[in-house]
Every structure is written in structure tokens, then in C-alpha cells.
């Protein structure tokens, strides 16, 4: 069974803002006292937008999914029933195919995971240079080369509709869910999932 993925994340909560404080101040002070060699954002608003990237202080918004050829299928909400949801699907799964998944989407998933007292149903390896249990397509595209291809750039030279066609892209996310448009943004998750099928069929000589 082949379990395509993507998901989509928030910066982190209003419970944690205070000590996101703290750690800017503590960056800048780290920056400052290496006369600047490590760089951190230059305003507040980018290092706390930039938690989405972090699963230890980030959300998990939607996590969209696709088994075989099947229909994409959209999870949103609470994050814990998001996370419950996944592994039970997951158990069965052979393969687990996105893109840039094993550098961000699956270890986000795992940080959230037990942070949220969620117990993965799957220990999965992420040893590198393989495409079993997880085939990443932007490494596998790249025969996990330093650089990384975007997903948009990949599906067009493939021959491919991008996801990113309708005007949302993932540096978009938190502004939309701050206009009420959680609904755009899962859909945006779920052409994401259904691209990666796309390219990971393309890859593989399979269409």
C-alpha cells in the first residue's frame, strides 16, 4: 500500500508566544556575541513565523493523505485527532511517498506525535540514500544531491499541473488561516498530495 502525504503547519500557538519571546531575545544576544555570524531575522514577526518550520513549537494545520489511487483525503482540526487519524492509516502502509518528506513532513509528524502523547504506529527508518519505507521525491529526484527542487518546479518539468497554480503557496498558509481561509488551505494540501502521485508515477514509469 502506497500512503502519499503532505501536510501543512502554524507557527506556533498563543500559549507558547512568551518563551518564543525569550528564545528571539537569546538569538539576538547569541548573534550579537558572534559578531553576527549566525544570522537570525532581522523583526520578531519573521523569527515567530519561522516556528512553523519547527515541530517542536509549531502546529500541524492539515495533514492531507492518499492510499493507492484513491481519492486525497483531508485532515483538519484538532491536532491530536489529526495525528490519531494518520497512524491509523499508516499502520498498513508499505510506502510513504511526498516530497522533501523525510526532512520535514514525517520527522514534524514525529515531533508532534509525542509531544501530543501520540504513539506512531510506525517506528519508520530515515536512513538516507534509500527509497524504502520512504520514497522522498525531491531526493530521489535530485539522486540526493544537496540541491532541492521545488514540487512546482518538478511537476512543470515533468509535464505536470502545478499545485501552486491557483495563487496559494506554502509561504502563504498562516496568512490565510488568519483570514478564515482553512478551507483554501486544505485544498491547497490536498493538490499538493495529488501532485506528489503525479510525479512519483512519472518517476517511476508508471504513467
Not at 495525528?83 to 509528524?109: C, P, S, T, Y
Not at 504513539?119 to 524504502?132: E, G, I, K, M, Q
Request: net charge neutral; aromatic share 12%.
Amino acid at each position: 500500500m502506497n500512503l502519499y502525504l503532505d501536510i501543512e503547519t502554524l507557527p506556533a500557538g498563543g500559549e507558547d508566544m512568551e518563551l518564543i519571546k525569550q528564545f528571539w531575545e537569546e538569538a539576538k544576544a547569541k548573534s550579537k556575541a558572534n559578531g553576527g555570524i549566525k544570522k537570525t531575522p532581522s523583526d520578531f514577526d519573521t523569527f515567530f513565523r519561522n516556528t512553523s518550520f519547527q515541530g517542536e513549537f509549531g502546529r500541524i494545520l492539515c495533514l492531507c493523505y492518499a492510499i493507492d489511487d484513491a481519492e486525497v483525503v483531508g485532515l483538519a482540526g484538532d491536532e491530536k485527532e489529526i495525528l490519531q487519524k494518520f497512524w491509523a492509516v499508516a499502520k498498513d502502509a508499505n510506502l510513504f511517498i511526498g516530497h522533501n518528506v523525510m526532512e520535514f513532513d514525517l520527522r514534524f509528524i514525529y515531533k508532534r506525535s509525542i509531544i501530543k502523547g501520540v504513539r506512531p504506529s510506525r517506528d519508520l527508518s530515515f536512513a538516507r540514500y534509500r527509497s524504502s519505507p520512504i520514497y522522498d521525491t525531491m531526493k530521489e529526484w535530485e539522486k540526493w544531491g544537496a540541491i532541492g527542487t521545488s514540487l512546482h518546479k518538478l511537476s512543470i518539468a515533468l509535464g505536470l499541473t502545478s499545485p501552486k497554480e491557483e495563487g496559494i503557496d506554502g509561504s502563504k498558509v498562516y496568512d490565510y488561516f488568519l483570514a478564515g481561509k482553512t478551507d483554501e488551505i486544505v485544498k491547497y494540501c490536498k493538490r499538493d498530495v495529488e501532485a506528489t502521485r503525479k510525479v512519483y508515477k512519472k518517476m517511476t514509469f508508471q504513467a
